[in-house]
């Protein structure tokens, strides 16, 4: 019997510490490692820096949850995509969303300043226009981020890695949002998947973490665990740990997660202090039928909001707020808000009017009810 997914993110891919038999994973500090009298070494260990035991089972369990044959851990996602990005040859084309992560774009961008790639970028939601790019000038890399944050639009993966692969050219797809819970791009066709590990996949706002897979090694693949090593781009042992200790409840935490944002994004959408709702799960979403054909169980936890009333009238409703936490970073256990247009600064492509919610996994009427009182509408109970 294969397990499930959610079998083997709880149980730890079922591997049982010897030799007591412990069934909490094991935390492997130790940074070098005893060589055999012989000069060769038993444990199959020489230095964590090469490969820690203390990424084994986690790299393993996402490895088998992406459907792919390898995973990396690195100590950010933005290290795990300079990891990626860094294995291209110099000045290698990378085409990148227009909306997308603010501070990847941002370094890609500087990347470029520097010669080491070339940059450009297309829309999220134009198929057919991403088709006719990829023909006139193929990139040596496809980057997709599906939905794109902060504005949630969709990209179609099978269609974009069909066009991307009949030029030569290779897909990554930022992962971070969906997760591997929702969507796994690899079965779609991409070679590899990004995940900053500190959202959803830790998911307990206490690791920094990054982490890439890929469909099977490839070239560039051997490039990017050479640059690991070599660059020096490793987690700590301990976040490792936790970081597998998020990822044994991620099918739980995101599903009940999801569950309440797509209540939220209902709510909102009839809300007249509200102009629109950015939410892949409704149907009125000029990307709703693709999301729902390439995510499987929900369509996120992550949505945005455009406040009636402009930039002044979104800053006064987050700072309003009290059970949402106005705070950096998404995908944890309690649930934030942002005005990221303020957070991304000079040059942001963010509508000013926009709130950016991160949901997480608290009773999903106090989230609607902290929503209410910070439009005005109600008070919560108790205040």
């Known amino acids: 019997m294969k397990p499930a997914p959610e079998t083997l993110a709880a149980q730890a891919m079922g591997w049982v510490a010897q030799p007591f038999h412990d069934l909490a994973p094991p935390l492997h500090p130790s940074s070098t490692f005893e060589r055999g009298g012989d000069g060769d070494y038993p444990g199959g260990r020489v230095y964590a820096r090469d490969h820690s035991p203390a990424y084994d089972q986690a790299e393993a369990l996402l490895a088998a949850l992406e459907g792919g044959e390898q995973a990396l851990l690195f100590p950010s996602g933005m290290a795990a995509a300079t990891a990626l990005l860094h294995a291209l040859p110099a000045g290698a084309e990378v085409l990148a969303p227009r909306a997308m992560y603010w501070s990847l774009r941002n370094w890609m961008r500087e990347l470029d300043a520097r010669g080491l790639i070339a940059i450009d970028f297309y829309d999220n939601g134009d198929s057919a226009a991403l088709a006719s790019r990829l023909a006139a000038r193929p990139p040596a890399l496809l980057w997709i981020e599906t939905p794109a944050n902060p504005t949630w639009e969709i990209t179609d993966i099978a269609a974009a890695c069909s066009a991307a692969h009949a030029h030569g050219t290779l897909v990554a797809v930022d992962s971070t949002v969906p997760t591997p819970v929702l969507s796994r791009p690899l079965a779609l066709g991409a070679d590899f998947v990004m995940h900053s590990a500190t959202k959803y996949l830790n998911g307990h706002s206490d690791v920094v973490a990054g982490a890439l897979a890929c469909r099977q090694p490839c ?37 009940h997660a999801c569950a309440s944002a797509q209540r939220i994004a209902e709510h909102c959408a009839v809300d007249p202090r509200i102009a629109a709702v950015l939410y892949p799960g409704l149907p009125t979403h000029p990307g709703h039928t693709v999301a729902a054909a390439q995510m499987d169980g929900g369509f996120g936890a992550m949505l945005s909001l455009c406040i009636a009333g402009g930039e002044q009238a979104a800053r006064d409703t987050a700072a309003r707020l009290q059970v949402f936490k106005r705070a950096t970073s998404l995908g944890a256990v309690e649930s934030l808000v942002e005005h990221r247009a303020s957070v991304e600064g000079p040059g942001s492509l963010c509508p000013p009017d926009l709130l950016r919610l991160s949901i997480g996994i608290e009773a999903v009427d106090d989230l609607i009810a902290d929503l209410d009182q910070a439009l005005g509408r109600t008070s919560l109970p108790g205040t």
């Open 219 to 255: 070239p560039l693949w051997q490039r990017v665990r050479v640059n690991r090593t070599q660059g020096g781009a490793i987690l700590g042992a301990f976040e490792a740990w936790l970081l597998l200790r998020g990822m044994r409840t991620v099918h739980l935490r995101v599903r």
